[in-house]
């Protein structure tokens, strides 16, 4: 058991109709730490941020965070509570401008000084973004269309960030870098869920790792153990 | 300096409305008052469709219900139909309150359509309401059914009628110049509500759930509620307007709140500009006057030319509205007078493929 948990997921089951995505997970997360759920397409992966985030409801089962149920709020306020969802594929606002973008991130907000000084920090963070504040989201290139999400994430001050798959379709360079500022942000202090197909690169970058395969989570452990063992090399690792 | 410029300019604009309605009076006669007052309403109902399509960007084909909602609110409460005769100031927001529930009633079971499914189910409401005015005269009469209800009390405050002609400094002043500065007022009152709600944070909300709705969830946004808040303001505003015509008109009949009619407003909305106030209102004057232009030319022109009239002027106006909008949607996608959003979207131009290209060669470095 981990001291200090933020948020503790018991039995977690969601059906799409009739089909169960996720057939009972359970995880914890300490404050702090950098844990990655690593699976396969189809897995289970984005069903259950997607339930942790509030966007889908669970048929049963238990999320404490901070020591509250979970469950009970909607997804609005699971954001006011501090926690963030970068979601699959970027989802960021195609049409408004990276500032735009940000600012939308700061919606629940209201301490206009205080939200432009963590605009400040975002730029910072990602100078990508400070070059490009004026230009459309949507005619990014897929690697600051991440960094946006991410920015934007940060931008409501969450206490748990939960990354959806954030190298899919990204060129490996490009993918270099926005692991490079997962690392950063781990940095900072904010407690982060990492989903990824990216075995290796998750694992590398987590303190703590769990392996999901279609529905179920079949092994857990300190992510260097993991990148180890025999079955994620072979499952995941190809060797 | 810019204050004194911002106040000379609204100024002189405020003058230009006020003699408008004589202006075009002495140079159009007065049916074309008239008409003026009608192309008022018609901004206002586009206004509030503006709300509803082009800031929360959810596509709704039965918007005329809620102008159907305001007037038969006004109607049955201010006439002999059941010989009530309450007085403007209950029942204009009386209608306002009605159409917004409805507007609610609309939202709530639609909150998870988008696109062509929401269309479909807000024209099915629009037509539902309709057919309802239409027959609620049986078992019990309510609406008076297709015969409509007429002799409806005019507009009045007090013993003031908005529907009677004064003599004021030996100038007459007739009910449709009077109807033009209540309906004036009324739709600025409309526009600044829209401005104002346009940089508010429920404005921002409405764009992020227009752009992706997951992702506006989430930012944190309870995008049920800013929603159907969506549909009770463009509801309101529908009802303010159906309320207003129907003291303006004398008379209401279901036929008035055809799903023509909701094309029409969606017509003014996307021709001018969605999200774009000033371009609503542009489309609305256009729409209003364009088609009544025609009527008023097509037969002394083809007698002219041709020496007879060849065809019926009223088919021969649908004609050149479609013509127009077929035009307009070529060359101006985005709508006569688009938003900035709007046309940086449309804009398909070389600096934004410039821009692409850019970014997409050195994302590397």
């Not at chain 2, 006669?29 to 309403?41: E, M, N, P, Q, S």
């Not at chain 2, 909701?262 to 999200?275: A, H, P, R």
Request: proline fraction near 3%; include cysteine; hydrophobic fraction near 50%.
């Amino acid at each position: 058991m981990v001291e200090n948990t933020l948020l503790e997921v018991e039995n977690l089951k969601v059906s799409y109709g009739g089909i169960q995505a996720l057939k009972g997970i359970s995880l914890s997360i300490a404050a702090g730490e950098l844990v990655t759920l690593i699976g396969s397409n189809g897995a289970g992966k984005t069903t259950a941020l997607k339930a942790l985030a509030g966007l889908l409801h669970p048929t049963s089962g238990h999320v404490h965070y901070q020591q509250k149920s979970l469950l009970q709020f909607p997804a609005h306020q699971r954001v006011v509570n501090g926690i963030a969802l970068v979601p699959e594929g970027r989802g960021i606002f195609a049409r408004l401008t990276v500032e735009e973008n940000l600012l939308m991130g700061a919606y629940i907000r209201h301490d206009k000084t205080e939200i432009a000084a963590d605009l400040a920090r975002q730029y910072e963070l990602f100078p990508r973004l400070a070059e490009r504040r004026a230009q459309l989201a949507g005619t990014l290139s897929g690697g600051e269309q991440q960094m946006v999400a991410m920015a934007r994430a940060l931008m409501c001050r969450p206490t748990l960030l939960m990354l959806d798959e954030p190298s899919m379709g990204l060129a490996p360079l490009m993918v270099e870098k926005v692991f490079e500022s997962i690392r950063n942000i781990a940095a900072q202090g904010v407690t982060i869920l990492l989903v990824e197909q990216n075995a290796k690169l998750a694992l590398e970058a987590a303190q703590r790792g769990y392996v999901l395969e279609s529905g179920a989570i079949t092994l857990s452990g300190a992510a260097s153990e993991l990148l180890g063992s025999d079955a994620v090399q072979r499952a995941y690792l190809g060797t | 300096m810019r204050l004194n410029h911002f106040l000379t300019r609204h100024f002189v604009l405020a003058i230009a409305l006020l003699a408008l309605p004589f202006i075009i009076d002495a140079l159009f006669g007065h049916g074309w008052v008239r008409i003026t007052d009608f192309a008022l309403l018609y901004i206002m109902l586009a206004l509030g469709l503006n709300i509803v399509v082009g800031y929360a960007g959810l596509l709704d084909l039965g918007y005329i219900a809620f102008f159907a909602v305001g007037a038969y609110t006004y109607a049955l409460v201010s006439s002999p139909q059941f010989g009530l005769h309450w007085p403007m100031w209950i029942t204009l927001p009386l209608g306002a309150l009605i159409a917004c529930g409805f507007g609610v009633l609309l939202g709530a079971p639609t909150l998870k359509l988008r696109g062509d499914y929401l269309a479909i189910v807000t024209l099915g409401f629009g037509e539902i309401i309709r057919i309802f005015l239409n027959n609620l005269n049986a078992p019990v009469n309510i609406t008076n059914g297709p015969q409509g209800i007429s002799a409806i009390d005019p507009l009045q405050i007090g013993s003031f009628s908005f529907g009677n002609s004064y003599q004021w400094m030996g100038m007459r002043v007739d009910d449709v110049h009077l109807h033009y500065y209540l309906f004036l007022g009324f739709t600025l009152l409309v526009i600044f509500i829209s401005r104002r709600l346009e940089d508010s944070r429920i404005g921002r909300a409405w764009v992020a759930i227009r752009e992706d709705e997951v992702a506006a969830s989430a930012m944190g946004i309870n995008t049920r509620n800013i929603k159907l808040l969506a549909f009770a303001m463009g509801a309101t505003f529908g009802g303010i307007s159906g309320g207003l015509f129907a003291g303006f008109q004398g008379f209401v009949s279901p036929e008035s709140f055809s799903l023509m009619e909701s094309i029409m407003v969606l017509c003014m909305v996307v021709l001018g500009g969605m999200g774009n106030v000033g371009g609503v209102v542009l489309g609305g004057v256009i729409l209003v006057a364009l088609p009544e232009l025609f009527r008023n030319a097509a037969g002394p022109v083809q007698q002219a030319l041709l020496g007879k009239v060849v065809v019926d002027p009223e088919s021969l106006r649908m004609l050149m509205f479609g013509l127009a909008l077929i035009l307009v949607m070529l060359w101006r996608p985005a709508g006569l007078w688009p938003s900035t959003q709007r046309r940086r979207e449309f804009a398909a131009d070389d600096s934004v493929l410039q821009q692409e290209q850019e970014t997409v060669y050195d994302a590397s470095k």
